[in-house]
């Protein structure tokens, strides 16, 4: 069982920047590839990134490419988001997730989730 803590939410305006943490339990944390997903009011939850369990490997939604970058610490069990350029649609919940190993895409490819952590960007 793998528990998940999202932080670091919050207002920004647009061109900013925000870096959200993700804490997991459990001592198999470097084991557990990581995603971050995001869902916007009135829209369905959205992939953002996804990082290998032992972070050689990572992919990008192509909405936020070249502006976001997941990284993950072993020691800490903490997979973080380094979001800059801020734009008035990275407004979402931003949750993150974990599943064994190998990276990837889909949400139903997750088992374990966080409870999310809001982002606000204003102009």
């Known amino acids: 069982q793998v528990q998940l803590v999202e932080s670091g939410g919050g207002w920004v305006q647009a061109g900013g920047s925000l870096r959200l943490a993700c804490a997991a339990s459990?001592?198999?944390?470097?084991?557990?590839?990581m995603g971050w997903f995001r869902q916007a009011p009135g829209k369905e939850r959205e992939f953002v990134a996804t990082i290998a369990y032992s972070g050689g490997s990572t992919y990008y939604a192509d909405s936020v490419n070249g502006r976001f970058t997941i990284s993950r610490d072993n020691t800490k069990n903490t997979v973080y988001l380094q979001m800059n350029s801020l734009k008035l649609e990275d407004t979402a919940v931003y949750y993150c997730?974990?599943?064994?190993?190998?990276?990837?895409?889909?949400?139903?490819?997750?088992?374990?989730w966080g409870q999310g952590t809001q982002v606000t960007v204003s102009s």
């Open positions: 459990g001592r198999l944390f470097r084991t557990y590839a």
């Open positions: 997730a974990a599943r064994p190993f190998d990276y990837a895409t889909q949400e139903h490819e997750y088992d374990y």
